[in-house]
């Protein structure tokens, strides 16, 4: 407040703490009304994790990178037959997959490492149980949560483009153009599909270019 | 009897047994309390005998000062709750004599004056007290607070060691 | 009018204003302090704005167990809440509101207050002794020491506007009140209204009830209705120091059409000093013990000794 070690009048901080105080009263409170009106989260919000089923491989990633151990999962392997192929495929069937809600810490880690977008953050927050044991969400609760996955953000028309989008626009133009792909991309690319590049004899795989649901 | 008369009775019954058991009480602490309740009723006496300005001056300075100071001290000291066995030791001599000195007192009284009645003085209102103090009674007054500022001064060098100090290397 | 139906109908308004007006002033705080920290507090009793959140408080305090401590002296533990509220029952009465509108009017009043609320002091020994724990004694011995040490600067601060309206009955006082004693009775309204803020023990003068450190002070063991009635005394201490300073430095029911609006000025002024009440303990910290020792006999006493020479040279002069 004093600068160069001043002296500021006497009584000036007094006064400055009641003004300060009957300032904030004067301005709207920032208290949100919560069970009466819903909070505006971000959509990126950790309220819950959610499971998609289909896209989980039972790799086990995500059970073992938990740093509190709160992911079970059991499995068992299953013979498809697919047709044309020389012999049956074998393929893991998920049987069990809670994750207790009682343990998590919400770090996220679990959805960082799975390879394949099987969990995902939700914003909802609402489900306080009050039995402890009821926190303990089975696959079925979990793949519920997917309802409420927000879409995720469009991709920012600015940044530099994903590893496998740059390899295949440089293998379309051919050597010598990989800078100018680089950079002077227009802004429209990124928002169609790039499933839609055409002719492209080295389409990476579709796994690694599906960020919409 | 008039109402005054019972009042007077009642809070000067009420006292004089708060006093008593002032004396009495082996608990250290409420013993203080019985003396507020004593002060007070005293300050009731002065109220029915139409001193308003002492009555309130009475719980002004004693109930709300003298008796709070003792009780303070006593606190930081030692205040148990409960009685304390060390406090109340028989004393029949020590009865004996303050009882036969309030008899003696009070028969002194009762014979002095018989069965002469004065007329009940002018209420004690604030305006008639200030003519009296600063009137006729203006000397002593003075010399009143003269003696109470040199005990304030007093106080203040005996409980500053430095002052006190300095003037025993002067010495 | 038959004199008990007076009797009756004063008795009836003083027990109301004693009722209504600190719950009126304890919801203001409620809402006050909330937006003046950015929030809004209580917004569900009485639906509209928390408006009953008191009176719910009140319900929840009849509800809850009366505890008294094992090693509590029962009578006295039980005795203080009582004595803490009876003396500002009895300020109360005295107070005027407008022109020939008090309960009880009082050649000396003003000293009836003084010494009545010197009370209050007796009743924060009794309820820190008598709970039996360390936290209440050293809250009650703190209370004491405070309420000690600003009676001076409140008694000499009455004393001054009492000197220059030549009377001690409240009224009187008020009678007296001229426009410009604003400004030459303004240090004594200041000392008065500071020394009342810590006679009622409100923040930043809370030392006694220091939540952070001596749990809740003398009313640490205190539960349910008793403790209730410790809240209670606190908000009626706060319409009570906010009516003195109103009658005795801002002139009472003085203010344009004060023969039929005196009553309004008056409750206008207490409202506003309450507020101001209120706002401090937003905005200030809790003083030291020492600081506050020392705010007392180092700047409010030598302050109010030096108006009371004002007052006296003024008085003089015309």
Sequence with gaps: MSENGDRIAPGKGLLDGLAVTFKTMTRRSTTQQYPDVEPDLPPRSRGVIALLE??????????????????YIDSHKEEVVVPGAARARQRNVLDKFDIDFSLCMYCGICIEVCPFDALHWTPEFEYAETDVLSLLHDKDRLGDWMRTVPPPPAHDV???????????????????????????????????PPTSDPGSPSAPPASAKEPER | MTVADVLLLALGAIAVGSGALVVTSTHLVRSGFYLVVSLGAIAGLYLVLGAELVAWVQVLVYVGAVVVLLLFAVMLTRAPIGPSADLDRPALP?????????????????????????????????????????????????????????????????????????????? | ????????????????????????????????????????????????????????????????????????????????????????????????????????????????????????????????????????????????????????PLVLAAASVAMAAGTLSLPGIVEAWRPWWLIWQAPAAFIFFIAGLAEIRRPPFDMPIADSELVFGYMTEYTGLRFAFFLLAEYVGIVVIAALTTVLFLGGWHGPFEEQLGWLWTLLKIFALSFVIIWFRVSYPRLREDQLQRLCWLILVPLALAQLVLTAAVKSLL
């Design chain 1, 54 to 71: 289909e896209n989980c491989t039972v790799c086990m990633l995500c059970a073992r990178e938990c740093p509190d151990w709160c992911i």
């Design chain 1, 158 to 192: 600015l940044g530099e483009p994903s590893k496998e989008e740059a390899t295949a626009a440089r293998k379309a133009a051919g050597p010598g153009a990989a800078t100018a792909a680089k950079t002077a991309r227009p802004a429209g690319v990124r928002a169609t």
């Design chain 2, 94 to 171: 020590a009865a004996v004599i303050g009882a036969g000195v309030g008899l003696g007192l009070t028969a002194l009284f009762v014979d002095a004056f018989r069965w002469t009645r004065f007329p009940s003085p002018d209420p004690g209102t604030a305006e008639r007290l200030g003519e009296q103090i600063f009137g006729a009674w203006v000397l002593p007054f003075e010399v009143l607070s003269i003696l109470l500022l040199s005990a304030l001064v007093g106080a203040i060098v005996l409980s500053r060691p430095d002052i006190g100090a300095r003037k025993a290397e002067d010495a």
């Design chain 3, 1 to 152: 009018m038959p004199l008990w139906l007076d009797l009756l109908i004063r008795v009836a308004a003083v027990m109301a204003g004693f009722l209504v007006l600190p719950l009126v002033i304890g919801q203001a705080e409620h809402k006050v302090m909330a937006h003046m920290q950015g929030r809004v507090g209580p917004m569900y009793a009485g639906a509209f704005h928390g408006w009953a959140q008191l009176i719910a408080d009140g319900v929840k305090f009849v509800q809850k167990e009366d505890i008294t401590p094992r090693d509590a002296d029962r009578t006295v533990f039980r005795l203080a809440p009582i004595v803490a509220l009876f003396p500002y029952l009895v300020v109360i009465l005295t107070i005027p509101l407008g022109p020939g509108l008090v309960a009880q009017s009082l050649d000396i009043g003003l000293f009836l207050v003084l010494a009545v609320l010197g009370i209050g002091v007796v009743a924060v020994l009794m309820s820190a002794w008598a709970s039996a724990n360390k936290y209440s004694l050293l809250g009650g011995v703190r209370g004491a020491a405070q309420l000690l040490a600003y009676e001076l």
